[in-house]
């Protein structure tokens, strides 16, 4: 089981760019979350799913979009990337809520100049 | 807002020394997981906690939820340089009530550094 992988690893675009990052799970999970880490800020919850076909915005949803059209992959893209959105990018799943345990993606480094 | 805050924010100690993580909140959770996280890698789940005043232990690692279910700890007793990495809580905030649609608030982290 390869479990969550996320593509790519690292990525540098310019501002006003657009991207797609790619999160796939072998788990059969039905909830599949996104969340950037800042320095001294935690994770913060960008947009999350709960099945196919499903999207629900989280704490910090502005400037990204997101789409779950096939259980295993959730798509996070950005249409017009700005340097605030300078971040290391997590995917996590689970096997519904909360009490149950997420299972992390490696992360990707996304850096905008 | 960041709901809830850890503390502290970093931590030096050499190998063998005990420490406390502690992680505050002024609201209500439904549980509460800790999180270990290693450089260039996602965060691994240590522990969840459910119950107000449950105590789980984990090898040398104690983790206490507290009775009103606002805060948490996380106590390593005699810290190895394995033991290093950033450690997160993150607690489930009930939704109508209903733990299926909670999602996790993660807190600020704490940076441990264990010294050989």
């Known amino acids: 089981n390869a479990g969550v992988t996320q593509t790519p690893k690292f990525r540098v675009l310019k501002t006003g760019q657009s991207m797609t990052l790619l999160c796939a799970q072998d788990?059969?999970?039905?909830?599949m979350y996104w969340y950037r880490q800042d320095p001294g800020m935690g994770l913060r919850l960008i947009h999350y799913s709960v099945g196919e076909g499903t999207t629900a915005k989280g704490e910090v949803p502005d400037g990204y979009n997101v789409s779950r059209l096939k259980k295993q992959n959730f798509l996070l893209g950005l249409e017009s990337a700005a340097p605030s959105q300078t971040s290391v990018y997590f995917c996590?799943?689970?096997?519904?809520?909360?009490?149950?345990?997420?299972?992390f993606g490696p992360g990707t480094r996304l850096t905008v100049t | 807002t960041q709901l809830l805050e850890q503390s502290p924010q970093f931590l030096s100690i050499q190998e063998g020394e005990n420490l406390t993580v502690y992680c505050n909140s002024s609201?209500?959770?439904?549980?509460l997981q800790w999180y270990r996280q290693e450089p260039g890698e996602g965060p691994v789940l240590l522990v969840t906690v459910v119950t107000g005043g449950e105590v789980k232990k984990l090898k040398r690692l104690t983790f206490q939820f507290g009775d009103a279910r606002k805060d948490s700890s996380l106590h390593i007793t005699a810290a190895q340089p394995g033991d290093t990495g950033l450690y997160l809580c993150?607690?489930?905030?009930?939704?109508?009530?209903?733990?299926?649609?909670?999602?996790?608030?993660f807190g600020t982290g704490t940076r441990l550094q264990v010294f050989p």
């Open positions: 609201s209500v959770f439904s549980s």
């Open positions: 993150a607690g489930a905030r009930s939704e109508s009530g209903f733990h299926n649609t909670d999602k996790l608030i």
């Open positions: 788990m059969n999970h039905e909830y």
């Open positions: 996590a799943s689970s096997y519904t809520g909360t009490d149950y345990e997420q299972y």
